[in-house]
């Protein structure tokens, strides 16, 4: 008898043991994830989490219109453009400069970086028709102009890599243009270098965003008021889905941004007058309306938006000068749970980094700005 209560009391002993190893393992674990995401809430996007998050970093050195704001894959550096003619690269945990790029055009309306940990490039165009391909400054050495791409047969409004040796465009010649970046260009009729053009729109494409997972499609909105998602291997549209027009509405039914949500499925839109919407891609419906307008005497328009990364918030960039940031679940919101007001000229494109730690946007008023918890 002696030696059974002997032996439940070491097992005790050993199961108190094994639970507190377990605590700290559980505990370490945790440390170790939450260095690795910067131990940012913004990544979990908790129910408080757009009250708490304020603008961390100012960034100030252009002299002009900023027009469009692009992340590094390693969400700390991002790329902005300007109507000064030039392109910044920042240390966002700094706000400080470290390149900048003469263009060869000062009318740029976005430079897009190569999100890849190995490859430093990064693609712009504007009022000049042509694409343009660079090499990224590096500490080893100087920028470097690439090559020109030509082909469309108007401005070129925006662009993304599909890979490193693939890039999509989007002009105001009312298509998408798929271009291959290495080796020798084979120029067409009047020397257009396009390898594919994807035909659809009815006016100018105002944005373009690629699917989450890898998967070749993309989605593009328009002035004409539609959203087309396309495959890269078809010439063709997958779906078209198209705002909804109230009887008697007259003003313009441009969608100038959509952004995938995370799980690839939902599109938020940023349209001229019509505020912001979810649309679900599987129904080609809309799901949920973002529309402060019954609070103000009138529309403002919603330049860009971006998600965070689980999906459930949405930023979007305002003509007023501010950014507004929406909860996804609450249906037909009329009311933004917060607005940051600190630009002095309308908000022109917003973006979240890929660790989902930080969002910034750029202004017409020259400045950027990093909002986080």
Same mark, same amino acid.
């Given at each position: 008898?002696?030696?059974?209560? &002997? ?15 377990? #605590? ?5 674990i945790?440390?170790?994830a ?11 996007d908790g ?10 970093? %100012? ?9 469009s704001?692009s992340?590094?894959?390693? &969400? ?8 000064d003619? /030039?392109?910044?690269?920042?240390d966002?945990?700094k706000?400080c400069?470290k ?18 940990e190995g ?9 000049? /028709? $042509? ?7 590096? $500490? ?5 102009? $690439? ?5 469309h047969d108007g401005?070129?409004?925006?662009g993304?890599f599909?890979?490193e ?14 271009w291959k970046?290495?080796?020798?260009s ?26 989450p997972?890898?998967e ?8 004409? @008021?539609?959203?087309i998602?396309w ?23 441009? $969608? ?6 995370s ?8 349209t ?15 799901? /949920? ?15 860009s ?14 003509e007023?000068?501010?950014v507004?940031?929406?909860?996804? %679940?609450?249906?037909d ?8 007001? #600190?630009?002095? /000229? ?22 950027? @700005?990093?909002?986080?918890?």
């Amino acid at each position: 008898m002696e030696d059974t209560t &002997a032996q439940r009391m070491k097992l005790k002993e050993k199961k108190k043991e094994a639970t507190q190893k377990i #605590e700290q393992l559980k505990t370490q674990i945790n440390e170790l994830a939450s260095a690795r995401y910067n131990g940012s809430a913004f990544a979990a996007d908790g129910q408080t989490l757009g009250n708490r998050m304020r603008r961390r970093r %100012t960034l100030v050195g252009h002299f002009g219109k900023v027009v469009s704001i692009s992340w590094h894959a390693d &969400a700390v550096r991002a790329m902005t453009s300007s109507q000064d003619g /030039n392109v910044i690269v920042w240390d966002c945990q700094k706000a400080c400069k470290k390149h900048l790029v003469p263009l060869r055009s000062a009318w740029v309306m976005f430079a897009e970086v190569l999100k890849s940990e190995g490859q430093e490039y990064f693609i712009s165009g504007g009022l000049d /028709n $042509v694409m343009t391909l660079w090499k990224c400054p590096s $500490v080893v050495g100087p920028h470097a102009f $690439v090559r020109e791409f030509h082909g469309h047969d108007g401005y070129v409004s925006s662009g993304r890599f599909l890979d490193e040796g693939t890039a999509l465009t989007i002009s105001g010649d009312q298509t998408v243009a798929l271009w291959k970046l290495q080796g020798k260009s084979h120029p067409g009729q009047d020397g257009d270098e396009r390898a594919s053009i994807f035909k659809g729109h009815e006016k100018d494409v105002t944005s373009i965003d690629l699917k989450p997972g890898g998967e070749p499609e993309f989605a593009t909105s328009s002035a004409d @008021g539609s959203v087309i998602i396309w495959n890269v291997n078809e010439k063709g549209p997958l779906s078209t889905m198209r705002l909804h027009i109230p009887q008697g509405y007259q003003g313009p039914q441009d $969608v100038n941004k959509v952004k995938y949500q995370s799980n690839g499925f939902g599109l938020g839109l940023s349209t001229e007058q019509m505020g912001c919407l979810l649309f679900d891609s599987r129904t080609r419906s809309a799901i /949920n309306k973002f529309d402060p307008s019954d609070m103000q005497k009138k529309n403002t328009s919603k330049y860009s938006c971006a998600f965070s990364k689980s999906g459930r918030l949405l930023f979007a960039a305002s003509e007023d000068w501010t950014v507004e940031v929406w909860d996804t %679940t609450i249906p037909d919101a009329k009311r933004p749970i917060k607005c940051f007001g #600190e630009f002095q /000229n309308r908000v022109t494109d917003v973006a979240v980094n890929e660790s989902g730690t930080a969002c910034a946007a750029v202004s017409w008023d020259s400045s950027g @700005g990093i909002f986080a918890p």
